[in-house]
């Protein structure tokens, strides 16, 4: 490649710049929790003396042991109850002809441009009729409603590449059923696909907030992470900004070690998923 | 979900490998005698569909000719809903509002991923996959922490006017979540930080994969930098860029949690987004229907926003 | 016309595919527990505010009946007026809960038959002899709930909430001494921009908070039971009058001087109360529900005055009784719960009410000093001169929205005084008209 040493510099300087703005509004919180609480702080105040009192305040007053744990079961939950549906209807699509074939597929697509804004008010008062508002089946349920649609189509692509293959083909001419097919043939090469189909839904639970935020409006022990954060800024707002902050950094931080972990995963789930079909 | 802006969106799955595409024709799909067993393998993934999206939707219809407000009964008025939400001031405020939005969530990040990224075409990057990831973090918050964070930042003593007054620019410094003329564009570029991250990885994938002969034979040409750019680098992107597009104006029009969170939609109406209005009129004005009459427009919003990107794309496509 | 048949088939499907589920993590605690028995457990949804009352409370109602006990809920004043009737109206409401009163949420609630009618408790325990018939009106609705002010008595609530005017100390010995007339008031307002000060602590990202201040200039320029009328809907009530001209161009002046804090609609409420603490503004026009915060944050440095009367002749301003404690439909043992509401509004309560930072509305014996006496004070000087105007926001359906969003309007320049008035009015006429 031909280039410039300038220009090589120029480029440089401005990805690392976006890092910095990237990373700035959350370092700045970080700043502002390690600060004792009550201290007024502004600005770009660097605590002179690092403080962790923050963290156990928002943890004791914010319920968040309980809003945690409410997130990580409802985000398994709702990541092993889609994907394992998705696998099934998107092995279905991918492997079989059956009357109506396109016609279900198109309305399962139609999903992927719902947008559950527009749902949140009839799943309310039906789930109050049901005497489920408050349990965490009020987020559970739909939230797999909504995955299936999106998993499916992943699931289904992933599929169609190796349904063809010769594997598959000698399993066929073997006489195995498609439930052997599925299991000893096509799920254990599919594993990167899962992997990242897991990590977005995953995603997609843990940050929920307008479902939960309608649908389990009172009962403390159901509220998930993100809702609990939000009723603590509301509730304890008494000037106490850097308490505030040591409670997003809680929410946040199983999220970011995910990221971590999976980090490549999500990355090649995103932009996999973008190239040209 | 409305989620770190990736949605729910038609992300296209992924091609776990090639050989498939020279063993059989291209998307012939599967062959045989039909099999019935696929109606088994499709139930629970239907089942769950169709109880917690479709039949909802249903239900959102049928209430938006209703007038209610959640506790007596239901009052029949035709068409009074949609009407409201073409007539009231403070509906359309926030139906315009998404569509503003839009300009910071979609348009902005992709210009500017754009930029960075034609810039990246011609340089061997140091840490790429470091960039990438540091830059997809914002991406991966959850919104709620995202508006936590931004809250302080535009604090009328937060960071920003800290630095505005630190390099003599206290004319500027305001409460910019408070002020009419600037609370918008302040929400709006909060949408810009977050979305960036996602155009920006999608960007600079699309770009690893142009064959550097194309750079190459444009340079024998004599492209320079911007010619470079849009003859080659812009092309190849049509693609991502399409993609990119559908996942921003989803966010955009669905936002909630970083309203919610930051402003209520103050102040005055001047944050008031539709998925907020929804949440109002279930929770504060207690007009029900007007919530989800308000909701089936999102909707058929979104379906005509994307229904017109792809066509373009497809328009696009066709020409070239 | 309902939707029931078509939710219970949902529900069916619903119950069994969660049951199709793998039963798996979930099982565990969600939902709620209190069917886990033991003798009573009174289930209380309340706003924040009352969290220390309640504490209080419950203390001294467990000694007292030693089989109860109580699961309490708080949520912060906006949250809670957003959930309350969806919670009311569920399977599993509580026991005993705030509303507010007007439309919004009493009205709401008494049109839903959520809430239990109070008369027989009120005569039972003689709440309306302790508390004077018209102070009560405020929890009143006609049995249909579309009367407001009228009718039933619905709810109740010991404390009084009014709003007055903070300062500190300190900063007003540098400009002058109290103010005996609104006139003075605004004069001070003047000296202490001219000294370089803030001369009013507002935040008004919420919307509400500077209805308080405005409510106060209300009641200074139009007699109080002009204005309670317009709440209560008074056929032909307006607010389009002379004197609320005047006051609202006197507002409009405040804003215009730069009285407030820049960027007041940026600034959340609890964040002023904080910046007041800290130094910042000389006043402080709100709620005496911050008393407790103020004497701890500020000491003797922080008072409290009524408004000093203006052209209206009277010491008026907005005030009421506190939210409303209501009895639910579904609550297991009423009687019980009034039991407690009583406890609460008891004149042996009344005299601990200042130990949480409360002022009672019930004549009390208990020697109060520092900041709550003056709080005290300047209550007592608004009932003596029958000068409670009640809140705006009462008036209907739909007014808290609107004047969140116009109070913002007016602060940020977007509208003048002329137009906030003939706004809410049109809110008005469209409920009442």
Known sequence: MIESRHERRFVHLVLLGASVIALYPFVSILLLALNPPGKRVSGFTIPSEISFENFTLAWQRGNFAQALFSSAVVAITVVTASVAFSILAGYAFATMRFPLRNTLFVILLAGLMLPYEALIVPLYFDFRSLGLLDSRWAVILPQIGFSVSFGTFWMRTAFWAQSGSALVEAAQLDGANTWDILRRVLLPVSGPAIMSLSALLFLFAWNDFLLALVLLPQNEAAQTAPLALSFFAGLRRGGEPSTIAAAALLVAFPVLVVYVIMQRRFIQGITTGATKG | ?320 | ?433
């Open chain 3, 1 to 433: 016309m309902r939707i029931l048949s078509h939710s219970r088939t949902l529900g069916i499907l619903g119950v069994i595919l969660a049951f199709m589920l793998v039963s798996a993590a979930c099982s565990g605690d969600s939902g709620d527990d209190d069917a886990m028995a033991g003798p009573v457990v009174l289930d209380v949804l309340a706003e924040a505010g009352d969290e220390a009352t309640l504490e209080l409370a419950t203390a001294q109602f467990t000694e007292m009946y030693p089989h109860v006990s109580f699961n309490i809920t708080l949520r912060a004043f906006d949250d809670y007026m957003q959930i309350a009737p969806g919670i009311l109206s569920s399977d599993d409401p509580p026991d005993i809960a705030h509303g507010n009163q007007g439309y919004t949420i009493d009205g709401l609630l008494v049109q839903g038959g959520l809430i239990l009618p109070l008369d027989d408790y009120a005569a039972q325990y003689g709440w309306v002899e302790a508390f004077g018939d018209g102070t009560l009106d405020q929890y009143r609705f006609t049995e249909d709930g579309t009367d407001f002010g009228n009718g039933i008595l619905w709810g109740i609530n010991g404390v009084a909430e009014f709003v007055g005017v903070y300062y500190n100390k300190e900063k007003l010995a540098a400009l002058g001494g109290l103010p005996s007339t609104f006139e003075e008031f605004d004069a001070l307002l003047a000296a202490a921009k001219a000294a370089g000060e803030v001369p009013i602590q507002l935040g008004n990202a919420e919307g509400w908070p500077a209805l308080h201040v405005y409510g106060m200039v209300e009641a200074a320029y139009r007699p109080a039971a002009e204005i309670r009328d317009w709440v209560f809907g008074e056929p032909g009530a307006t607010v389009v009058t002379d004197t609320e001209r005047q006051a609202a161009a006197k507002f409009e002046e405040w804003r215009d001087n730069g009285y407030f804090p820049e960027g007041v609609n940026g600034i959340a409420y609890d964040d002023s109360v904080a910046n007041f603490i800290a130094g910042e503004g000389v006043f402080m026009i709100a709620g005496n529900w911050n008393t407790a915060t103020l004497d701890e944050g500020m000491g003797a440095n922080a008072g409290y005055f009524a408004m000093p009367v203006g052209p209206s002749g009277i010491v008026g301003g907005t005030a009421a009784l506190a939210l409303p404690w209501h009895i639910t439909t579904s609550a297991e043992d009423p009687d019980l719960a009034a039991e407690f509401i009583n406890l609460l509004v008891s004149e042996e309560f009344a005299d601990e009410l200042a130990s949480v930072g409360r002022v009672a509305a019930r004549s009390s014996d208990t020697e109060i000093e520092g900041l709550l006496a003056e709080v005290t004070a300047g209550a007592a000087a608004v009932i003596a001169d029958e000068g409670v105007t009640l809140y705006a926001d009462w008036a209907t359906p739909t007014m808290f929205d609107t004047l969140t969003s116009k109070t913002q309007e007016l602060l940020g320049g977007q509208i003048d005084g002329e137009q906030f008035l003939s706004d809410v009015q049109a809110d008005w006429d469209a409920a009442n008209g």
């Open chain 2, 1 to 320: 979900m409305e989620q770190s802006g990736l949605g729910q969106r038609p992300l296209r799955p992924p091609q776990l490998s090639r050989p498939s595409r020279s063993a059989r024709p291209v998307r012939r799909g599967p062959s045989g005698r039909a099999q019935p067993v696929a109606y088994l393998y499709l139930l629970p993934a239907f089942s769950f569909f169709a109880v917690f999206a479709v039949a909802p939707l249903v239900h959102a219809f049928k209430l938006s000719f209703y007038e209610w407000n959640g506790i007596t009964d239901q009052v029949w008025v035709g068409l009074d809903n949609y009407v409201t939400v073409f007539t009231d001031p403070k509906v359309r405020a926030a139906l315009w509002n998404s569509v503003i939005l839009i300009i910071f969530y979609a348009v902005l990040p992709i210009c500017v991923a754009l930029a960075i990224v034609g810039l990246m075409a011609r340089v061997r990057i140091r840490g790429r996959t470091a960039f990438r990831a540091v830059l997809f973090v914002p991406t991966i918050l959850p919104l709620t922490v995202v508006a936590v964070a931004w809250r302080w930042v535009y604090a009328p003593d937060g960071p920003l006017n800290f630095g505005l007054d630190l390099i003599g620019l206290d004319f500027v410094s305001r409460a910019w979540l408070g002020d009419f003329t600037f609370a918008l564009p302040s929400l709006g570029m909060v949408g810009t930080w977050v979305t960036f991250g996602l155009v920006f990885v999608l960007f600079a994938a699309g770009v690893q994969k142009i064959p550097s002969e194309r750079y190459e034979s444009a340079r024998i040409d004599g492209a320079n930098m911007v010619r470079e750019f849009f003859a080659v680098t812009l092309p190849a992107l049509r693609g991502e860029i399409t993609v990119a597009l559908i996942l921003t104006v989803t966010a955009a029009l669905r936002n909630f949690d970083l309203v919610f969170v930051m402003t209520r939609g103050g102040p005055g109406t001047n944050t008031e987004v539709p998925s907020m209005f929804i949440y109002r009129s279930v929770f504060q004005i207690r007009s029900i229907g007007l919530g989800a009459a308000i909701g089936v427009i999102l909707m058929l919003e979104l379906l005509a926003v994307n229904l017109a990107v792809l066509w373009y794309r497809r328009r696009g496509d066709l020409s070239a």
